[in-house]
C-alpha cells in the first residue's frame, strides 16, 4: 500500500517562495508518474506541474517560470519550488500519482493535501 505524504505550505507574502514536499512511502509501479495538483473551494482540482517518462516535465501556463517539479531518486521524495507567488497561488496543494498516460486526469493515488496561502 502506498502511502504519499506531503509538508511544507504555509502563508506567505505576494513575492515570496515556498517548498513543497510529497514523501512516497512504498513503491510505486514503474508505470506510474507523479504530479502536483492544487484545487480552490468550489473549483475543480487543476493539475499544474507532471513529472512524467524519462524526465518529461509539463506545467500548466499560470505557473510556468515560477514552479518547479523534482524528484530525488534516493529519498523518494517529489518536490514542488514555488517562487514569485501571487494570491491567485492562493489554494490546497495536492501530490499525485496514476498512469502516466492518464495525465492530467489524475484519481489513483493522493496525499493529504497542504494549504498555500498568499497575501
Known amino acids: 500500500h502506498v502511502q504519499l505524504v506531503e509538508s511544507g505550505g504555509g502563508s506567505v507574502q505576494t513575492g515570496g517562495a515556498l517548498r513543497l514536499s510529497c514523501e512516497v512511502l512504498g513503491n510505486l509501479y514503474n508505470t506510474y508518474c507523479m504530479a502536483w495538483f492544487r484545487q480552490t473551494p468550489g473549483h475543480e482540482r487543476e493539475g499544474i506541474a507532471h513529472?512524467?517518462?524519462?524526465?518529461?516535465?509539463t506545467y500548466v501556463d499560470s505557473v510556468k517560470g515560477r514552479f518547479t517539479i523534482s524528484h530525488d531518486v534516493a529519498k523518494n521524495i517529489l518536490y514542488l519550488d514555488m517562487k514569485n507567488l501571487k494570491p491567485d497561488d492562493t489554494a490546497m496543494y495536492y501530490c499525485?500519482?496514476?498512469?502516466?498516460?492518464?495525465?492530467?486526469?489524475?484519481?489513483?493515488?493522493w496525499g493529504q493535501g497542504t494549504q498555500v496561502t498568499v497575501s
Open positions: 513529472l512524467g517518462r524519462a524526465g518529461l516535465i
Open positions: 499525485a500519482a496514476d498512469r502516466c498516460t492518464y495525465w492530467p486526469n489524475y484519481n489513483r493515488l
